[in-house]
């Protein structure tokens, strides 16, 4: 029914206000400022600095870094034990991790394990190392790995692609084959992949959850959605987080005079319409209980035949009756010579037939004096 709407829409009005209000006031994730070790990325989510920042929900799990004595942002994998964080690529959710200066990555590496921990591998690099004497030397030699020397020798590590080529000279120069090596990497698609293999100091982790590298294009702010659980969010705001209380406040402040304003609003229509109802019964009030009954079944419209036994004009026709209103108030567009008009018989008012005729087959009363239709005219409705 037409007069549920303005309710209709007054309850969906409400609706979307609380679903807003709820969704802009509800708690902000937990504040996290940025950390530093002294050297390395910034730190923020998922990560954290464990003994700078002790709130838990300011990391996931698994994601604890540890600055270290010499002021380097440490990782620590459950087996294979810690590693110096060189940098965090939020965004492609990739870590490029290096052992410590005095340490041997490619010695680590010949028994590394990710087990019992959340990262993953993208890519592998196989590296195969041989084992050579220590004098021996000749251009475009493979990456000597110094913290492998023997006293006696000296140790090369060949990329797979390289292999076929240089296996032959460095057997030819009296080189052993010394096992391999798997160093984790990114595809080879992505940037880092050419600095992890020109700069075998350093391998590269990746994790898939939490999925923030997406938020605001690295711009947004990404946290745990509420105060439990590991469900994130991502807020896009460039403001700290004091600023982002303020809009908070701003919008609340907003919203108020706006809201009481629709509700204003949404009551004066819906009493207007009330009205235009009242109207309506009145009209009907008057009249017998016949009549009545008559007038409430041709209310609800006007067959096509009745409405086209009503008198039909043109403005500028000898003798037409010009409408007394400058436009017709059912379309609102003004009258111009030629318009077709139709005559309501029973109190005479005009109209453009195009906006009266299916004006009069939802609504069978004048839409200007609202006398009601159908029983003026001589037509057979039963009741
Ligand atoms: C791995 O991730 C899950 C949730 O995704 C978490 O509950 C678990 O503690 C993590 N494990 C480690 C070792 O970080
Ligand atoms: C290294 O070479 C020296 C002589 O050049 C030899 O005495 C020594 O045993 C060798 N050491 C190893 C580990 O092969
Ligand atoms: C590499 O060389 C060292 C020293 O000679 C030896 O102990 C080790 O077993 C070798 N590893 C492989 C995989 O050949």
């Not at 109190?347 to 195009?354: D, K, R």
Request: proline share 8%; hydrophobic share 35%.
């Amino acid at each position: 029914m037409a007069s549920n709407m303005p309710i209709l829409s007054l309850f969906s009005a409400f609706f979307f206000f609380f679903l807003l209000l709820d969704h802009l006031v509800s708690p902000l994730p937990e504040t996290c400022p940025e950390q530093f070790c002294e050297v390395g990325d910034p730190i923020r989510f998922p990560f954290r600095l464990k003994q700078s920042q002790p709130n838990e929900r300011c990391a996931y799990p698994g994601f604890d870094l540890i600055c270290n004595a010499q002021r380097q942002t440490t990782l620590n994998l459950p087996i294979s034990g810690e590693f110096i964080v060189e940098t965090i690529e939020y965004t492609q959710q990739v870590i490029m991790l290096r052992d410590h200066p005095e340490g041997c990555l490619l010695k680590r590496l010949q028994d590394f394990t990710l087990s019992g921990s959340n990262w993953t591998v993208q890519h592998n690099i196989e590296l195969t190392l041989f084992k050579c004497p220590k004098t021996s030397w000749y251009p475009g030699m493979p990456q000597l790995v110094p913290c492998l020397d023997g006293q006696n020798y000296s140790v090369v590590a060949v990329t797979s692609d390289e292999l076929p080529q240089q296996r032959r000279r460095l057997s030819s120069i009296g080189c052993s084959d010394n096992g391999t090596v798997t160093v984790p990497t990114v595809d080879s698609a992505n940037p880092l992949f050419d600095d992890a293999l020109r700069y075998p100091y350093a391998f590269l982790l990746a994790w898939t959850v939490p999925s923030c590298g997406s938020c605001g294009a690295g711009f947004g702010t990404c946290g745990f959605k509420g105060k439990k659980g590991l469900e994130i969010t991502c807020t896009v705001d460039h403001g700290s987080p004091d600023r982002r209380a303020d809009h908070r406040w701003i919008f609340v402040a907003i919203s108020i005079p706006c809201f009481i304003y629709i509700v204003c609003l949404f009551s004066q229509l819906s009493r207007k319409f009330r009205a235009r109802r009242q109207a309506q019964q009145d009209q009907t009030d008057g009249l017998s209980p016949t009549d009545r009954a008559q007038a409430l079944v041709v209310i609800s419209g006007m067959d096509t035949s009745t409405i086209e036994s009503y008198p039909k004009t043109r403005i500028g026709d000898n003798g037409a009756p010009m409408p007394q209103e400058n436009t017709c108030s059912i379309c609102l567009s003004e009258y111009k010579p030629e318009d077709v008009l139709r005559t309501i018989p029973a109190c005479e008012h005009s109209f453009h037939a195009h906006c009266i005729d299916p004006w009069l087959k939802r609504n069978a009363i004048c839409p200007l004096c609202r006398a009601p239709q159908g029983y003026v005219t001589n037509h057979n409705f039963s009741v």
